[in-house]
């Protein structure tokens, strides 16, 4: 039990680390300014008092490590609320306002889908890494959001303002680096798909049809840079649950 409690403040933050690297490797063909854009706020004073709990003594415990990674995603959760109201209150065009609206609706629809899938694949797992992993993957996209929300704040106050769902971005056919990206995805999906419990699978299948959904909804209002990352992001997603499912 020794080597247990020594190891278990490094091991949920190595599971932290391993999400941050997983994206950047799994998604390696996206430029450099699409892997600064996921860490564009690495001070933030979520990070920080996330990492100060991690590396209390009275956290080291699995439940106690878990417990500072739910804290964390409570408060991000908490930037996600902040910045929408800001945003659709602030100085964006009334189109990019109810694009924002849609990209959130799609977004809340999709994490409640993929809470099942992460649930469906960790309970074929055993042990308290895999538990640790799973708060983190539940984590990472909440502060995904709430980081994507801060910057179209921070573009609807500029001069030209949040960009125009009007303003269409190219099919992903016509986009060799979306179309590259969703290659890769899919490469994983299928992987996963052929991995996981039959009675599973319909989870998966919801999941992943709700982030297309979110997808769809949400590139529009951010380009396509941007969308690439959020391809790159869950293909990071499904990399991992594909080498997670069934392990012991």
Known sequence: MAWMQNGRVSAMRAAVAAALVACAAAAGWVAAAGVAHAEVAPADPIDVAMRQCLARRDRSSAAGQIQCTDDARQQWQGAVDAAYQQLQHGGATAAAKRGWQESQRRWLEWRRDDAHLLKA??????????????????LQPVRDRALALREAVADSAAPDGARDPASRVLPCTQDAACEHALFDMNRYYDKLRGRMPARSVPTLVRAQRAWRAFLDSTSPVVGKDERVDLIGARIATMKRLSETVGNH
């Open 121 to 138: 694949v960790f309970e074929t797992t055993r042990g308290s890494t895999y538990a640790m992993a799973g708060a983190d993957m539940q």
